[in-house]
């Protein structure tokens, strides 16, 4: 079967730096997304990850290893606008979005 | 970056009656429409798969007579939970993607939450 892991909550300080990761089997691969959405609002991209390595996009980057199928979103000089859920997702071979169950990311003053 | 909206955000209604909920992209063309459902503090289940012009692709266990879903544009989607009861309340989220499968990310739209009395 299809599955996406990350760890359900995460806690991290303001300022600090957090890693979220995720590890994917999937039929296929054809790219590794990350979203955030704030509890009772719809998600918003963040990156998109289809070739190995590290994608750094202000104080967001996403690392992807497909050898490995794994991913992990960085967030650097934390803010208490960061605490929400991260969603990762997989396009499986047939291109349909594989979701994972989302990471609670709080952070504490 | 490209805007979908959806519409509306919030609706209460009686058990029994239909809802119809909305789903645009603003500025580009939506082949493929996506509806999602989630529960409180779970993630995005993919209801259907709606691409312009044919059927909707429904995914296990999604009753397609109760969801309608209609794309008769290239900028709109539509879901109708019909004969709606509470257990139907849930967040309800649309996605659109522009161009082709492997182009990149999927717009969503604000969600649209339902309550059923």
């Known amino acids: 079967g299809q599955n996406i892991d990350q760890p359900t909550e995460m806690t991290a300080t303001e300022g600090a730096i957090v890693q979220i990761n995720c590890t994917y089997q999937?039929?296929?691969?054809?790219?590794l997304f990350w979203y955030q959405q704030h509890a009772g609002e719809a998600p918003t991209f963040l990156s998109y990850n289809v070739l190995d390595g590290l994608e750094e996009k202000g104080r967001f980057s996403s690392f992807l290893s497909r050898s490995k199928g794994y991913s992990y979103l960085l967030l650097k000089e934390l803010q208490m606008k960061d605490s929400a859920s991260y969603l990762c997702a997989v396009t499986d071979s047939n291109y349909q979005l594989i979701w994972g169950a989302g990471t609670k990311l709080i952070i504490k003053p | 970056g490209a805007v979908v909206s959806q519409h509306p955000s919030w609706v209460i209604c009686k058990s029994g009656t239909s809802v119809k909920i909305e789903c645009r992209s603003l500025?580009?063309?939506?082949?493929?429409m996506f509806w999602y459902r989630q529960f409180p503090k779970q993630s995005l289940m993919l209801m259907a798969t709606?691409?312009?012009?044919?059927?909707?692709?429904?995914e296990q266990g999604v009753e397609k007579d109760k969801f309608l879903i209609n794309h008769a544009s290239l900028t709109l989607s539509t879901l109708t939970v019909t004969s709606a009861h509470p257990e139907d309340s849930s967040f309800y989220i649309c996605?659109?993607?522009?161009?082709?499968?492997?182009?990149?990310?999927?717009?969503f739209g604000e969600g649209s939450r339902l309550t059923v009395l």
């Open positions: 996605s659109a993607r522009q161009g082709a499968p492997d182009t990149g990310e999927l717009f």
């Open positions: 500025d580009f063309q939506a082949t493929t």
């Open positions: 709606s691409n312009e012009g044919s059927k909707a692709t429904y």
């Open positions: 999937t039929s296929g691969f054809n790219g």
